[in-house]
């Protein structure tokens, strides 16, 4: 009964939204030769991916095109010469990702169910012969090659009590063939974020590259590697193609613990050895440096917080000692690759809302920034050491693939992947945002105006708040919240980076922890009363909207929405915190709830109160729309429904939007048309109602 009524909800809101849309193509005045619409958003390319061939001539990467009648999208691998010049699609048919180049570069290896399952298989740059490598049930993801082009490493989902893939084939089909689907846990972390654990584990296995069986190098009742939002491989050969270097957690409890450790071991087989046993935080992501002398990997120092500052340290393979390289940035590293001398490491780590490429010597020294303009990341070094290759984004312009001298001179636009329909859309850059937040701290964030903006005319505005909480809004480019859809269609944008934001400075992001609403509520505020004071903004046609932990504070909104300043007309949570105390007890990664609130609901029940915007419900009186996911096991569902319901019974203006098929993001291509018509509509109808002619 729940998801026939949201399906009406849902169909009626639809219609309107398309003619809403079609409405906003015709009626604005000074548009540009096309508007950038909801449908331009799928339609956009997908650049990722970029490897650099070892002879430095060439680049492989991947496009994602979407399929929106088939609601998917296909994944192919291209290539494109480092000097410039038209990019050539290498691969068709059923997707194909990860490219890497074998280390003779005469061959790529690839991802690709194209028989199935999916496999790793390799093709020849001169033929375009392609072979098969793996043939394991379970399927494969994250190829590596050895150095010596004899192994791949790659990891598999597997039932951890099976030895072979014969066991481990017998119980997916008897698992995919029985008529009784339930579960049976017997303990935490038994789900996670859109999925259930079904007794498998995370391996990482080496196979031959000529193919042949591949063997399980890290077996047992761990994930190997442990989950991680984000960063390097977490699994490397070393130099030499001796020895596999790779991230596990073996805590008892996952859902409490956030202590991944660096393991190293033989390729040839035997015992795996823990090299990073006095840290009881997170290790992730070994990479060794190209001489062999060390063995690099990001690291965290507070147990239980995910969310802490990330260092690059060096672990000395011949004397077994650790330290941190010296004068890193007052932020998280996020990826880092190293020269081919060794000497020097290549770090990306955001600034102020922005991401730019670093250098950096392993003896010490000064980190110098290379590329600072907009979000860079995916960094590669030709074998010379003369050119770097990366991909860069804005909030204007979408991933593309860019080289540089390797001092960041000269950076050169490689790929222009979707350049030729966006010129035609007008899409104007961020501009950054400057305010006071709370004691008198420097906040930042960034605006986005509509392509025919004009300061005589009074613009409706829109808050966009991101999730995390520990997060940030960078000029990059999103799928999901895209601040040029909401612009397009009418709006200025306003995206606030307040307390809890990554990028200026740990401290920063500290502050949030135990205040969920409190000087992170008075930077907001600050910055929608500054961003409501400019000339061209009308302070009375204000909406917020945010997911996730910005749900939460979209929540919280709707209890104190009573700034003298200004008031949001309208609000929009996408799987929103509701209650905290209910949120504790269903979510799965249970350590950020005990980190962020200092405890459990019952052990702490004050803070859980304190902060909890179910406890100011009686205060509801904003229109809002409800958004949620029945397969989000991050903040589940039932957040989402006690919201509606709350509004609904004290006759607040209020819809919800429900996605039986989606979990804490909505990926589906036409799901995702529908949440923006939605949203959109949702806005143009409590916005623009006092719109100027």
Not at 263 to 269: D, R, T
Not at 606 to 621: G, Q, T
């Amino acid at each position: 009964m729940k998801r026939y009524i949201a399906s009406i909800l849902i169909l009626g809101v639809s219609i309107s939204a398309s003619a809403a849309q079609q409405q906003r193509r015709t009626n604005s005045p000074q548009q540009p030769s096309r508007i950038f619409t909801i449908n331009d958003l799928l339609m956009t390319r997908r650049v990722a991916d970029p490897q650099l061939s070892p002879d430095g001539s060439t680049v492989a990467y991947t496009i994602s095109d979407t399929n929106k009648s088939a609601n998917k999208r296909n994944t192919q691998i291209y290539l494109v010469p480092l000097e410039g010049g038209e990019p050539r699609q290498l691969t068709s048919g059923a997707s194909s990702s990860s490219p890497r180049w074998s280390p003779d570069g005469k061959k790529l290896a690839f991802v690709s169910a194209r028989d199935g399952e999916s496999q790793i298989w390799t093709i020849q740059l001169s033929s375009g012969e392609m072979e098969k490598v793996t043939s394991i049930s379970t399927g494969t993801a994250g190829p590596v090659w050895s150095r010596d082009g004899r192994w791949f490493a790659f990891t598999s989902d597997v039932y951890p009590e099976c030895s072979g893939d014969d066991c481990n084939s017998k119980r997916e089909k008897n698992s995919s063939e029985s008529k009784v689907k339930a579960k049976i846990a017997d303990r935490l972390l038994f789900r996670h974020w859109n999925s259930w654990k079904d007794g498998k584990r995370s391996h990482v296995f080496v196979v031959s590259s000529a193919g042949g069986a591949a063997r399980d190098m890290t077996p047992g009742d761990h994930d190997a590697p442990p989950f991680s939002l984000g960063g390097p491989d977490d699994y490397a050969f070393s130099p030499d193609s001796r020895e596999l270097a790779f991230a596990r957690n073996t805590d008892r409890v996952e859902a409490l613990s956030t202590n991944g450790d660096i393991f190293v071991m033989p390729v040839a087989g035997g015992e795996a050895r823990r090299i990073t046993r006095d840290n009881p935080a997170n290790d992730l992501s070994p990479q060794y440096s190209p001489d062999g002398l060390y063995l690099a990997y990001r690291a965290q120092s507070r147990p239980g917080f995910e969310s802490d500052r990330w260092r690059l340290m060096l672990y000395d393979r011949k004397t077994g000692q650790t330290h941190p390289l010296a004068n890193q940035p007052d932020s998280s590293v996020e990826s880092f690759t190293f020269s081919p001398d060794g000497k020097k490491v290549y770090v990306t780590a955001a600034d102020r809302g922005r991401q730019p490429i670093y250098e950096v010597s392993i003896a010490g020294g000064a980190w110098r920034k290379l590329v600072n303009e907009s979000s860079n990341d995916d960094v590669s070094i030709s074998a010379n050491g003369k050119t770097i290759v990366f991909t860069r984004q804005s909030m204007a312009k979408p991933i593309d693939i860019y080289r540089a001298n390797s001092d960041g001179s000269g950076a050169t636009q490689l790929t222009r992947t979707n350049d030729a329909n966006f010129s035609e859309f007008g899409l104007k850059p961020a501009e950054d945002v400057n305010w006071e937040g709370a004691a008198g701290a420097k906040a930042h964030g960034f605006l986005t105006k509509p392509p025919n903006f004009t300061p005589s005319k009074k613009w409706p505005l829109i808050v966009l708040i991101h999730g995390g909480p520990q997060g940030a809004w960078n000029d990059a480019w999103s799928y999901r919240w895209n601040p040029e859809v909401f612009a397009s269609a009418g709006y200025v944008v306003f995206s606030p980076n307040p307390r809890g934001s990554t990028g200026y400075g740990q401290k920063f992001v500290d502050e949030i922890s135990g205040d969920w609403a409190g000087k992170v509520f008075t930077d907001l505020t600050n910055g929608v009363a500054y961003v409501a004071a400019l000339p061209f903004i009308d302070r009375d046609r204000i909406g917020a909207a945010g997911g996730s932990y910005g749900g939460y504070m979209v929540n919280w909104i709707e209890g104190h929405n009573e700034d003298p300043r200004f008031q949001f007309k309208a609000l929009v949570s996408h799987a929103g915190i509701y209650d905290l105390a209910s949120m504790y007890g269903a979510t799965e990664e249970l350590w950020f709830m005990e980190w962020e609130f200092k405890g459990t609901p019952w052990t702490n029940p004050e803070m859980y109160k304190l902060w909890s915007p179910h406890v100011y419900a009686r205060n509801f009186r904003t229109p809002m729309l409800v958004v949620h996911g029945e397969l989000d096991y991050r903040v589940p569902v039932g957040e989402g429904l006690q919201l509606f319901t709350a509004l609904q019974r004290q006759g607040v203006e209020s819809k919800l939007l429900y996605f039986p098929d989606e979990g804490h993001w909505v990926l589906k291509p036409q799901n995702s048309e529908l949440w923006y018509d939605t949203v959109l509509s949702w806005f143009d109808s409590h916005l623009k109602a006092k719109a100027q002619p």
